[in-house]
Nanobody, 127 residues
Framework: QVQLVESGGGSVQAGGSLSLSCAPSGRTFTPGAMGWFRQAPGKEREFVAA????????AYGDSVKGRATISRDRVKNTVFLYLNSLRPEDTAVYYC????????????????????WGQGTQVTVSS
């Protein structure tokens, strides 16, 4: 069984920044791609960012383009999300997702691509 564990969530003032991380816990997991999604209360889960592990190809959701950076540590199989210029609209539960397969870049925005999910970490941006 593979578990993904997010950390770094919390309360941040608008205009500030935060860093989230996601690391596997349990049996060995070598990802083909990892990503971040978020879900606000009463809304659908939306794509935030993803990275293909070997090639480091990156994709970002429209709502965070220019404000987000995704990166990975191949030694620890850890993925990071850096989000700056935070807005109240960024308030959501952020979920980490991982895929054992190696999806093409266009597929990394789809939730269906990912087999493993974290429990989520709350990010609250106050004005």
């Amino acid at each position: 069984q593979v578990q993904l564990v997010e950390s770094g969530g919390g309360s941040v003032q608008a205009g500030g920044s935060l860093s989230l991380s996601c690391a596997p816990s349990g049996r060995t997991f070598t990802p083909g791609a990892m990503g971040w999604f978020r879900q606000a209360p009463g809304k659908e889960r939306e794509f935030v960012a993803a990275i293909r592990w070997r090639e480091e190809n990156r994709a970002y959701g429209d709502s965070v383009k220019g404000r987000a950076t995704i990166s990975r540590d191949r030694v620890k199989n850890t993925v990071f999300l850096y989000l700056n210029s935070l807005r109240p609209e960024d308030t959501a539960v952020y979920y980490c997702a991982g895929s054992r397969g190696r999806p093409i870049l266009s597929a990394v925005t789809s939730q269906q691509t990912y087999e493993y999910w974290g429990q989520g970490t709350q990010v609250t941006v106050s004005s």
